[in-house]
């Protein structure tokens, strides 16, 4: 891996699944929200579950220009409320903006990766860290109660640019705040599909299968931890 980075001098890193992981095991359905809604979902198939996520998520998805946290917490009142709709939970008001606060302000649902920090400050004294993350705006509180904040001089989040990964504009947007050519980067990334628009700049592309459901077949360079990075 040394080989690789030797050259490079901007490290990009995803947040989810590459930095940290939902406390949970899922990154909208908090332990808050399995508190509330307790039993009711036991009725519903995976497949019944996530389609229900997935009708909810077009709000978010159409709509993801987010200045600040209280637009973030009115948002997942209106995804967590759609939530409860398809699934007929019957959740009320008050449950529904319980579930929405907790998501927004809660840094409790996330959990750092134990090498995470050790592998980011040795990473920093020999390259430029940056991040390209789909989040929403409390991403730097949440980053702040991991502990990785301080190690990153770059961040480009979907929310200030009002599309997802792998559009090109949030590639473009992080090679710009860098000054560096693409060729001079590396993207670390879960997913294949953002990886191959980070590629398709000409950026370096690394999967990372912390989550065992990142662990596919892949053209690119594979690590199951970050601290393969500095073998």
Known sequence: MYDLLKDKKVIFFDVGYTLDYPASGDWMFTKKFYEIVGDK??????????????LSMQFLEQNHLVKGTEEEYQQFIRFYSDIS?????????EEVKAIAYDRTNNMDNYIVYPDAKVVLEELSKTHMLGIISDT??????QLCA???RDYFTISTYSC?????KPDELLYRDALRKSGCKAEETVFIDDAT???????KLGITPILIAANPASDVDSPYLKIHSLSELLK
Request: avoid cysteine.
């Open 41 to 54: 979902l036991s009725g519903y198939s995976p497949e019944e579950i996530q389609r229900a996520k997935e």
């Open 160 to 164: 200030e640019l009002g599309k997802f």
């Open 136 to 141: 929403w705006p409390s991403i730097e509180q």
């Open 85 to 93: 709709r398809y699934l007929n939970l019957s959740l009320t008001t």
């Open 146 to 148: 991991i502990g990785v």
């Open 193 to 199: 599909r953002n990886l191959e628009g980070a590629a």
